[in-house]
C-alpha cells in the first residue's frame, strides 16, 4: 500500500482573499521522481492545466519546467492577486501508484475550517472539482458535516456555486466548484450544452477554452 501525503505546505499569507482547494498532485510530487516540465510546486504538473489556463488569463509568460525562477513566478502572481492555495487531503493509501482520485483510500483531511479561522479574509473557495467521489467539494463537505455545517446552493448552474457560514467567524464563505483542470475531465466538459453551442459556431474551439472562459470569471 502506498501512503500518499500531500509534499506541499497550504500557501497562504496575510491578505488572502481567495484559496484553490483540491485533493493531492500526483505522487511522484511526493516521492521526489519529476518529470521533464513539472514545475515543484502547486500544480505543477506538466500535464495540468491550471497554470496553462491562469496563464492564458493573465498574460503571465511563465515558465514551465523545475526551476526556482518557475516556482518564485507562481507565488508571486499569487500574492499579488490575493489567491492562496490549501488543498484539502493531507494524506491518503493507494492500491495502485497513480493520481487518480477515486484510487484514494483511507483519506485524512487538512482541518480546512481552521485555516479559515487564521485567515479571515478568504471569502471564497475555488474548488478544482464538482461534488463526485473524492473531488474536493466532496471531501469538504464531509469536513463541514463534522461541524454540523452544510453547503447552502446558491447557483445551481455549471461552476455550481453554494456559500456556507463559519462557525467561529460567523462569516458567509462561497465556494465554486470549477471544471477540474485535468485531462480526465474533457469528457464532462465535452457533454456541457454551452460546450457543444460554442463547439458548434466555432470548430477550433477546445475544452481549455472553455475552462479559460469560465476561470476568469473567477479569478
Known amino acids: 500500500m502506498f501512503i500518499h501525503k500531500h509534499p506541499y505546505e497550504p500557501f497562504l499569507f496575510k491578505g488572502v482573499e481567495k484559496l484553490i482547494v483540491g485533493t493531492l498532485p500526483p505522487p511522484r510530487f511526493s516521492t521526489g521522481n519529476l518529470k521533464q516540465g513539472d514545475v515543484d510546486f502547486c500544480y505543477g504538473s506538466r500535464d495540468g492545466q491550471l497554470w496553462p489556463i491562469l496563464n492564458r488569463i493573465f498574460d503571465l509568460n511563465l515558465k514551465f519546467e523545475t526551476t526556482e525562477e518557475a516556482i518564485l513566478q507562481r507565488k508571486t502572481f499569487l500574492q499579488q492577486n490575493k489567491i492562496g492555495i490549501c488543498?484539502?487531503?493531507?494524506?491518503?493509501?493507494?492500491?495502485?501508484?497513480?493520481?487518480?482520485?477515486?484510487?484514494?483510500?483511507?483519506?485524512?483531511?487538512?482541518?480546512?475550517?481552521?485555516?479559515?479561522?487564521?485567515?479571515?479574509?478568504?471569502?471564497?473557495?475555488?474548488?478544482?472539482?464538482?461534488?463526485?467521489?473524492?473531488?474536493?467539494?466532496?471531501?469538504?463537505?464531509?469536513?463541514?458535516?463534522?461541524?454540523?455545517?452544510?453547503?447552502?446552493?446558491?447557483?445551481?448552474?455549471?461552476?455550481?456555486?453554494?456559500?456556507?457560514?463559519?462557525?467561529?467567524?460567523?462569516?458567509?464563505?462561497?465556494?465554486?466548484?470549477?471544471?477540474?483542470?485535468?485531462?480526465?475531465?474533457?469528457?464532462?466538459v465535452g457533454s456541457l450544452l454551452a460546450y457543444k453551442k460554442a463547439k458548434q459556431k466555432h470548430p477550433e474551439y477546445n475544452t481549455i477554452d472553455f475552462r479559460v472562459e469560465q476561470y476568469r470569471e473567477f479569478f
Open 87 to 188: 488543498d484539502i487531503v493531507h494524506s491518503a493509501e493507494r492500491k495502485k501508484i497513480d493520481a487518480t482520485d477515486l484510487g484514494m483510500q483511507n483519506v485524512m483531511l487538512r482541518e480546512l475550517l481552521d485555516y479559515l479561522d487564521k485567515y479571515a479574509t478568504v471569502k471564497t473557495l475555488l474548488f478544482t472539482g464538482g461534488n463526485s467521489k473524492n473531488g474536493p467539494e466532496y471531501f469538504f463537505r464531509r469536513h463541514l458535516k463534522k461541524y454540523n455545517l452544510k453547503l447552502e446552493l446558491i447557483n445551481d448552474k455549471v461552476p455550481r456555486i453554494h456559500e456556507f457560514v463559519h462557525p467561529i467567524s460567523k462569516k458567509s464563505i462561497q465556494t465554486v466548484s470549477l471544471i477540474a483542470p485535468s485531462g480526465s475531465a474533457n469528457r464532462a
